[in-house]
Structure formats: C-alpha cells, structure tokens
C-alpha cells in the first residue's frame, strides 16, 4: 500500500503569517496532488504534479504555491494566510492508473 | 469544467441492508474512482472503474460511460460501512479528479 505523509497533522496560524504544509510519498509515484476540503465544497484541487520541478494549477490556486522539489516531496505554502484558507487539507499521490493515494490531512486554521 | 453530482447527499440503513450510491458528471470520463472518506477523515480509493462493471468483496460498481453515470452498491451493509463515499471522475488525458461531495451513509445495528 503506497505511503503518503503530511505534516504538521495540525496548524494554527495568524492572518498574514507564513505557513508550509508538507508530503511525502515513498512509493515512486509520478504524481502528486493538494487539496483542499471544506464543508459544501467537497474536495477541491489546488495544485499538482507531474514529477520533481514540475507544477501544474488546480482549480483553487489563489492565494497558494507549491514545490515539488524531489520526486518524494511536495510542499503547499501559504505566503500570507488568510481566514478563508481555513480548511482541511489532503495529499495525494497516484500511479500511471491514476488511482489516489491520501495523507491523512492537515487541519489548518487561520485566525 | 467537470462536474460531479453525487446522490443522495445522505442515507440511513439498517445493519445488513444493501445501500445504491449514484454519481453523474458532465463530460466524459476516461478515469471513474470510489473513494471511502472514514468519520475521522482518512480517504481510501475502494476501486477504479471508468467502464463497465466491477466488485470487490461487498461493493459492486457500475459505469455506464455514455450515459455518464456510475453506480456504487454495498451489500449487507455493516457499522463499519458508516462514513462518506466520495466518487471522483477525470476526462481525456487530463491527470486532474474533480470529486462530487459525497454521500454520507450511516447503518445502525
């Protein structure tokens, strides 16, 4: 079974801090995803990757960078957070069939 | 975009009831997921099937892809089968899932 870790499991922040949510995925998988997820919206792409230094945009790219920087790690920073970036998020990584393999999430909270 | 609708938005059943989920996107999927979300909030991909049928243990799923529909059935429903069921769709050669927002199913004993 493909192994994805996120950390930190929880984040509390200030509006206008700086926040980086990290991944890693230790079964070779080409790509790589952060979503977010939210009560009424369901889970929502923000971005995503083909393999080490490639990044692809989401559908809910404001306000969020990432960086895959090996093939192993992803990294979702938050340069200037926001309350609306409040939420519930998931990596994910997945083989060439596409099947999704998830963190276990990462709790954010912006006050 | 792609759009995912997924029915009913909740269900209730008794242990040992089967449960019918529904999922209906817009366009055309070359990629058809089930996903478990558990009430503490872990995913779980169930299975991939973006054509025809499939089943593993108690889930059977259904994709009928012209008509943009996929079905996922759990028979003998447990306790245990109690969380979300997310269904996810992508199309063409595009990497990227759009996900419906899930059917919440509980089953009481």
């Known amino acids: 079974e493909a192994a994805v870790t996120q950390s930190p499991r929880n984040k509390v922040t200030v509006t206008g801090g700086n926040v980086t949510l990290s991944c890693r995925q230790t079964?070779?998988?080409?790509?790589m995803y952060w979503y977010r997820q939210d009560t009424g919206h369901g889970l929502r792409l923000i971005h995503y990757s083909y393999g080490a230094g490639n990044l692809q945009i989401g559908d809910v790219p404001d306000g969020y960078k990432a960086t895959r920087t090996t093939q192993e790690d992803f990294f979702l920073l938050l340069e200037l957070a926001s309350p609306s970036q409040t939420s519930l998020y998931f990596c994910?990584?997945?083989?060439?069939?596409?099947?999704?393999?998830f963190g276990h999430g990462t709790k954010l909270s912006v006050l | 975009g792609q759009q995912v609708q997924q029915s009913p938005a909740s269900l209730v059943l008794q242990e040992g009831e089967n449960a019918e989920l529904q999922c209906n996107f817009s366009?055309?999927?070359?990629?058809l997921q089930w996903f478990y979300q558990s009430p503490g909030g872990s995913l779980v991909s169930l299975l991939s099937n973006p054509s025809g049928t499939k089943h593993t243990g108690r889930l059977t799923s259904t994709t009928v892809t012209k008509e943009r529909r996929s079905s996922l059935h759990i028979s003998s429903s447990q306790t245990t089968d109690s969380g979300t069921y997310l269904c996810a769709m992508s199309g063409g050669s595009n990497a990227k899932l759009t996900f419906g927002k899930g059917t919440k199913l509980s089953v009481k004993s």
């Open positions: 366009s055309t999927a070359t990629q």
């Open positions: 994910a990584s997945s083989d060439a069939s596409e099947r999704l393999f």
């Open positions: 079964n070779s998988h080409n790509y």
